[in-house]
């Protein structure tokens, strides 16, 4: 039961706030309580993976291969732990205030609905549930991002579900196709059944179709277009809900099914995802320094930081994925905190565009410094986590004799390092334009959007201060991704006979 | 009948993928349109398209005589996802154009303000 509650939550929690009388007060704090409650089963799913191992629930008691199967292993349960953080920070951003129109049409529910698609991507053991779960987070994100009026808005919007529609229907296509080879969609059931029957030629079209699926959703290289072309509109707090967890739940999903259905590491689909993944950093990083607004470089930044969560997967080695694993972690915490700072200055300038920006840090320097700590985090600034994340999915590179590969990821980590010193200088260092009102500098910026912002940098130092205890984590995590037998064995039981096709 | 269905699964994803390609809303939208149907069909047809019962499985009767039921459930699935999807892009297109009076994805342009 435990399980299911990460997703009946958030779906109890929207339907009151559609009950609750609209623009009131009360749907804030409906939200955020909601959101806690998440956060509190998070936490205890966590600790009982941690305790007894892959925790599963077969809905509706449904033996595994027939019915629907929530399943949480150590990384189904560190993405869960995360979600609800950021749920916790998204909602809680809402006391500053949120557009009064956006609120009447339901922004509070929405995130909820959201939060509770990504939870069911991250636990569901079926693949065709993975679709459905994809398709539930995608319409709350499009109805998310499309509660404006202005065009690029409007334009933004569309790119995004175009763009993401047509990943939904390469994915439906390669599960019909998977379940016509295999005649299950259990995932385990998948993993343990169908290695047997495949055919080389549709199993190189499979896996091509799933990368093309999740890369699309991940924003890997060539396919990241729609993303860097619509993060930059929606106010900060649904930026930094989309930014930090969808592209996640791609990566997330491309891991899962990759680990369990293609576990031939000499697989070709490897060897293209480890170019990609590479171009993927260049690219990003190259496109962020072009930028001259702060949530478009951060878009540039977060297409560019997947290549790390992804290249452990393409060396397929347990250091390397638990690398990437807690790579994928420290950047959903610093990429949604650095959309949650773009709100500064969207409340103070009215805008994130670099050349009306600055002297932040001469009217408020404590602000200025909070920023500092996940933008140099982002950069992978000893001694912070994004210094650790890097070092987890370097050192493995350079164990492996990789060292082309190495040398990219680090030039990127330099570009890193430029881009972010770069946005911290013209967002907070120089001097305000001359343009810039002055009662817009000198308004101070209250408690209720610093508070999230504080929430999660508090989070990411956690994160830097108890490095070893969460890497050691997320290396088990990866061992327990790469031992697929446990989790055949946790979810069919050993006796469970072969479904009957 | 396989071929047929194969066919046809094949030319609406070639189409789909043609419309998804130009530059009117409307075009996008009836390319996804066609898009999902395509992969419905594609679904029914590598799941293997047999004469037979429906599975309403009487005791003692061999499973070969009835018709595998879970490729048609995932297509009822697939359709009403599609139709709340479609639905909404329809609505979003309506708000395109009544905001810009044009439907060409190029115009609608940069903010003005």
């Known amino acids: 039961m435990l399980l299911a509650l990460p997703i009946l939550l958030p779906l109890l929690t929207a339907i009151v706030l559609h009950l609750l009388p609209q623009r009131s007060r009360l749907l804030r704090l409906v939200a955020f309580a909601g959101s806690l409650l998440v956060l509190g089963t998070a936490a205890s799913i966590f600790a009982r993976v941690q305790q007894a191992g892959i925790l599963v629930l077969q809905v509706g008691s449904w033996p595994a291969p027939f019915g629907i199967t929530l399943v949480a292993d150590l990384f189904s349960a560190l993405m869960i732990a995360m979600v609800s953080v950021i749920g916790v920070a998204v909602t809680g951003s809402s006391f500053a205030g949120v557009d009064p129109r956006r609120e009447a049409l339901g922004y509070h529910s929405l995130i909820q609905v959201v939060l509770m698609g990504v939870a069911g991507a991250f636990l569901t053991g079926d693949i065709f549930n993975l679709y459905v779960w994809f398709e539930v987070l995608l319409i709350g994100s499009f109805v998310l991002m499309s509660l404006h009026r202005t065009r690029a808005q409007l334009r933004a919007a569309f790119t995004y579900v175009g763009l993401n529609l047509l990943a939904s229907a390469f994915l439906l296509t390669a599960i019909g196709l998977l379940y016509g080879q295999a005649g299950t969609l259990n995932l385990a059931d998948l993993a343990r059944a169908w290695p047997g029957r495949r055919t080389p030629g549709l199993d190189a079209a499979l896996s091509m179709l799933f990368l093309t699926a999740f890369g699309i959703k991940a924003g890997l290289f060539p396919l990241f277009f729609w993303l860097p072309a619509s993060y930059h509109t929606p106010p900060a707090a649904v930026g930094a809900l989309l930014a930090g967890l969808l592209t996640k739940v791609g990566v997330y999903a491309m891991i899962r099914v990759f680990t369990l259905l293609f576990p031939d590491p000499n697989a070709s689909v490897y060897r293209v995802l480890l170019v990609l993944s590479a171009i993927t950093m260049v690219v990003g990083l190259i496109g962020a320094l072009a930028q001259r607004d702060f949530r478009r470089v951060l878009s540039f930044n977060l297409v560019g930081h997947i290549g790390f969560t992804t290249i452990g997967l393409a060396l397929w080695s347990p250091a390397a994925l638990g690398g990437s694993i807690l790579y994928v972690l420290h950047h959903m915490l610093v990429i949604s905190t650095l959309f949650l700072v773009s709100g500064l200055f969207l409340r103070q300038r009215r805008t994130t565009d670099l050349n009306a920006l600055g002297g932040l840090y001469r009217s408020q320097p404590a602000v200025a410094c909070l920023a500092l700590i996940p933008l140099f985090s982002l950069a992978g600034v000893p001694p912070l986590s994004g210094f650790v994340a890097k070092v987890g999915v370097i050192t493995p590179m350079l164990g492996g004799g990789q060292y082309l590969l190495a040398a990219v990821a680090l030039c990127v980590s330099l570009l890193t390092v430029l881009s972010m010193a770069r946005l911290w200088e013209e967002a907070f260092w120089k001097p305000a334009p001359v343009a810039s009102s002055a009662s817009a500098l000198h308004s101070r910026l209250a408690l209720p959007i610093l508070a999230p912002i504080a929430f999660l940098v508090g989070l990411t130092l956690a994160l830097t201060v108890f490095a070893g205890p969460v890497s050691s984590v997320t290396m088990r995590a990866a061992g327990q991704l790469l031992d697929r037998n446990t989790y055949i064995r946790a979810i069919l039981g050993e006796e469970v006979p072969r479904a009957a096709r | ?113």
């Open chain 2, 1 to 113: 009948m396989e071929l047929l269905l194969a066919v046809v699964a094949g030319v609406l994803y070639a189409a789909g993928l043609y419309l998804m390609l130009r530059r009117r809303l409307a075009q996008l939208i009836i390319g996804l349109i066609l898009l999902s149907n395509g992969s419905n069909i594609l679904i029914l047809s590598a799941a293997g398209v047999t004469r037979a019962k429906p599975p309403l499985i009487t005791e003692g009767l061999p499973l070969e005589q009835f018709a595998d039921p879970v490729p048609q459930s995932l297509i009822l699935t697939a359709i009403v996802i599609g139709f709340g999807v479609l639905a909404f892009s329809l609505v979003l297109a309506h708000r395109v154009h009544q905001s810009t009076g044009s439907d060409d994805i190029d115009t609608i342009g940069p903010d003005r303000a």
